[in-house]
Nanobody, 120 residues
Framework: QVQLRESGGGLVQPGGSLRLSCAASGFTFSSYAMSWYRQAPGKQRELVAAITSGGMTNYADSVKGRFTISRDNVKNTVYLQMNSLKPEDTAVYYC??????????????WGQGTQVTVSS
């Protein structure tokens, strides 16, 4: 059974940093692409960043240069390092696995989400 468990969310001031973690189990983590999505109140869920099984990365334009996605295939964990946070980054952040190793594999399973609030 696939399980994805996010952690690391919280309240941070504008300009601050947070690192989200997503611990995965129930599948061969190293063989699958992983992604982070977010959903702000009243808005659709949007892709933030993705990483292939080989380590290639892709980012939404709104977070390029500020966020970094990475993975540790020993710990079966994917990370999202978020720097220079802005109030518009406030959202529930979700970890999602893909159904294969590439960006085009289609979405698989979702985590439960972790709240990130950027406010002074």
């Amino acid at each position: 059974q696939v399980q994805l468990r996010e952690s690391g969310g919280g309240l941070v001031q504008p300009g601050g940093s947070l690192r989200l973690s997503c611990a995965a189990s129930g599948f061969t983590f190293s063989s699958y692409a992983m992604s982070w999505y977010r959903q702000a109140p009243g808005k659709q869920r949007e892709l933030v960043a993705a990483i292939t099984s080989g380590g290639m990365t892709n980012y939404a334009d709104s977070v390029k240069g500020r966020f970094t996605i990475s993975r540790d295939n020993v710990k079966n964990t994917v990370y999202l390092q978020m720097n220079s946070l802005k109030p518009e980054d406030t959202a529930v952040y979700y970890c999602a696995s893909l159904r294969g190793g590439s960006f085009y594999s289609g979405l698989g399973s979702w985590g439960q989400g972790t709240q990130v609030t950027v406010s002074s």
